[in-house]
């Protein structure tokens, strides 16, 4: 064999590889990014996929807890937010505090007292004074100070910044 056939089947075999790993990458690449002719199949499988996620779709999201209209509802649903917002207290301790504020009277108002005669009755489940509710209502609940679960969760939030706890809490606050 002549050097130049030497030379030439070099090349060719040098080419020929690089061909073949050109084709490797192409094929690969094709693999990887589908065509437009593979994207049918794809499509079917998607939509075919999609299926499980609108039957989950249908189904009801988890119904929102539904508290009843009335003291231990009320207690029931403060101290969920209470516990979402990090407050603490315990249901016996808002029961017993609120029993002796206002006897479960969400209306109950104090005319009496030094805040009522310096014109800021206290009011609500737990005879909360307006200016005292203001600064310690929660957020999420009705900004109206007679609402029982925002005066009970800005009751017990400022119970909690005075004393610890609403639980903590024995007499007139």
Known sequence: MTAFTQSSTARFRKLSFTGLATAGA??????LAPSPAHAAPVAAASVASEAPAAKKADKPKKAKKV??????????EALDIMKAEGIPG???GLH???MRESSGNPNAQ??????AQNGTPSKGLLQVIQPTFEAYHVPGTPHDMTDPVANITAAANYAADKYGSIDNVDSAY
């Not at 192409?26 to 693999?31: D, P, S, V, W, Y």
């Not at 508290?67 to 029931?76: C, E, Q, S, V």
């Not at 104090?110 to 805040?115: A, G, I, K, R």
């Open 26 to 31: 192409a094929a690969l690449a094709l693999t």
């Open 67 to 76: 508290y009843a209209d009335n003291l231990d509802g009320w207690i029931k």
């Open 90 to 92: 315990t249901y016996e």
């Open 96 to 98: 017993r505090n609120i």
């Open 110 to 115: 104090n005319n009496w007292d030094v805040n």
